[in-house]
């Protein structure tokens, strides 16, 4: 079992959680963030796992946003939900990850985080903007295995 702060100061984890919030403010879509070490399986399946672990495939109008992030095996992905899938061009996390993957490759996760998941707000928002009968269908916390 590894903790949130094996990868992220206390201080770090809110600040991201604050961007989840303040994301989430945009967008009716939900993102979330699950941080591991490693993984032993290709990460886009291992993704894939836990969008459905997470219960990110039982959102009302499938948009929920998973970043995924193997830490050791420097391996990210963003993976969205079906709705948001048929709504965009695939190319459409390309550069949000690009911005996460420059931060991460200095070594600041939570700047890399922070960044990727405000973007990952702008961008939903076009698609699925936020609207006062919203509910918070995930919780904005950082899971970890
Ligand atoms: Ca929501
Ligand atoms: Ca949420």
């Known amino acids: 079992m590894s903790k949130v702060e094996a990868f992220l100061t206390p201080s770090e984890e809110s600040e991201i959680i604050e961007a989840i919030r303040h994301a989430e403010r945009m967008t009716s879509g939900e993102i979330r963030v699950h941080l591991e070490a490693h993984t032993k399986m290709d990460p886009l399946d291992r993704a ?51 911005h996460i993957l420059t931060h991460f490759k200095q070594g600041d996760i939570k700047q890399g985080l922070v960044q990727g998941i405000l973007e990952a707000g702008e961008q939903l928002q076009k698609h699925f903007p936020y609207t006062l009968d919203d509910t918070d269908e995930l919780p904005n916390e950082i899971s970890t295995n």
Do not use: C, R
């Not at 109008?61 to 695939?90: F, Q, R, S």
């Open 48 to 98: 894939a796992q836990l969008f459905h672990l997470l219960h990110m495939d039982n959102t009302k109008h499938a948009n929920g946003v998973l970043i995924y992030i193997a830490v050791e095996d420097k391996k990210l992905v963003i993976l969205g939900d079906k709705g948001i899938n048929d709504a965009v061009p695939n190319e459409f996390w390309e550069s949000t990850k690009d």
